[in-house]
């Protein structure tokens, strides 16, 4: 029933704390967001960190400084609620996992909502190409390049990427289908050897867990949102509020109209 | 010999005070771009403008407070001295035209670079197809819409357009060509009816030249940088400086790259 809602009564469900779980699967064919909460006085600099590293942090709304309503995506929503769980951060360490976020509200903060790989996976099984994680019921395998993204201000962090093994031809089919949509990290940044970005095991991902890599399959390689929440870990701002991870933001956009 | 220079070359003229000529047709290949210099106090509501209105303002690269280089796009330029000719505006009068900005230049600015329609009029020649104002040598002509641009901060405008007539055939291909260069304008906003989008005279543009419509042709609209001046102009900030239109930063990148 859950799965077939819409995202505005998903949103009451987490607003009323009736929902307390991962949103992969909910409201499918709706945009789902990360969420990065900071301070105005970085917010800036964290602005230009997604610019220039649009791949990783495609912006899909920005708050106005102390308004939590993410008017562009989702008209009436408020930040603060209605995601399923969050986590906040003082300079760089967690100090709590929390379902909302309004004791520690205030009027300076900053709310970003950054594109997430739900859309173009959508795309991808409309479209009959395997998604290996969601066959095995696993979170997606993420990792650690050793490609620097080009830092602004405080923020700094390697490349994090995500990854799903395709046939080649597949490979190819999803470069094709997954440019379109640069609002969700657009087409891969690498397809094949592994080593030539520095990941050196595929079985041992840094985050998220390992999947089967069948033979013939390429290893096919996405930016991933985490880059933001590492860049964030690195620059250790003083008040920082993410998502917990899987536990993102479902707007009112459709991922074909991004 | 001008036109085969490179960007560098150009800049370096500009720089010596040996160029001081609209920048169409220079360094062809290569992107131009629009110039915005704003106060660190207002950079934070114009790069959301920005943000948010990416066909009339995309955005190429943003300097750090205080550095005059545009390290994305060109390594060692100078902004304060490589374009050929600046506006220099306070509180949104326009107090002088400049070859050179280093005695306005202070440690809070922040530049933005903004993509340009000669990127993707480039590709359109290459292709085949007729962009008029350059058959006619004249100015593109540019339209205020009744279209509003989302709102940032103290930013607001209605989004100002330019029109290229275009066969309807033609018309299509312009849109497959210029979608991809969203860096660029991106696909146009509308074709067809003017009058739907608040243009009752196409012979009487708002700014720069009227062009000839052929028998059949429809008028094709692009966003258009010049949004970004209205923007400032009714922002009215102590502090603003913009490139002298038609005298634009060449930057190293290709436009074939963005």
């Known amino acids: 029933m859950l799965k077939s809602s819409l995202p505005s009564e998903i949103r009451q ?33 964290f602005l230009l960190f997604c610019q220039r590293n649009p ?33 906040v951060f003082k300079y760089g360490e967690l100090i709590t996992e929390t379902t909302d976020i309004k ?7 900053v709310a970003f909502l950054i594109g997430c790989s739900f859309s173009f996976e959508n795309v991808m099984l409309n479209s009959g190409l395997p998604v290996r994680h969601i066959e095995e019921g696993k979170n997606v395998p993420m990792y650690k390049t050793n490609i620097q993204c080009v830092p602004a201000g405080k923020f ?29 990290h657009g087409s891969p940044i690498h397809v094949g050897n592994p080593e030539l970005i520095g990941i050196y095991d595929l079985q041992k991902p840094d ?21 933001t ?15 917990a991870p899987g536990y993102m933001f479902i707007s009112d956009i459709k991922d074909i109209n991004i």
Chains 1, 2 share one sequence.
């Open 207 to 227: 985050y998220g867990d390992a999947v089967t890599v069948h033979e013939k399959e390429v290893p096919v390689f996405w930016a991933c949102g985490v880059t």
């Open 103 to 109: 004791e520690f509200w205030r009027n300076d903060l």
């Open 229 to 243: 929440q590492a860049a964030i870990l690195q620059a250790k701002p003083e008040l920082a509020i993410t998502h």
């Open 13 to 45: 469900l987490c607003r009323d704390k009736k929902l307390d779980a991962p949103t992969s699967g909910l409201a499918p064919g709706y945009v789902q967001a990360n969420l990065v909460v900071l301070p105005y006085s970085l917010a800036f600099d």
């Open 156 to 184: 700094s962090s390697s490349l994090i990427v995500s990854m799903r093994p395709l046939l080649s031809s597949d490979a190819i089919r999803a470069v094709e289908l997954t440019s379109r949509y640069h609002k969700a």
């Open 55 to 87: 791949k990783p942090c495609p912006i899909l709304d920005i708050t106005e400084v102390g308004n939590p309503e993410p008017r562009l995506i989702a008209c009436n929503a408020d930040i603060r609620t209605d995601l399923p769980r969050y986590r």
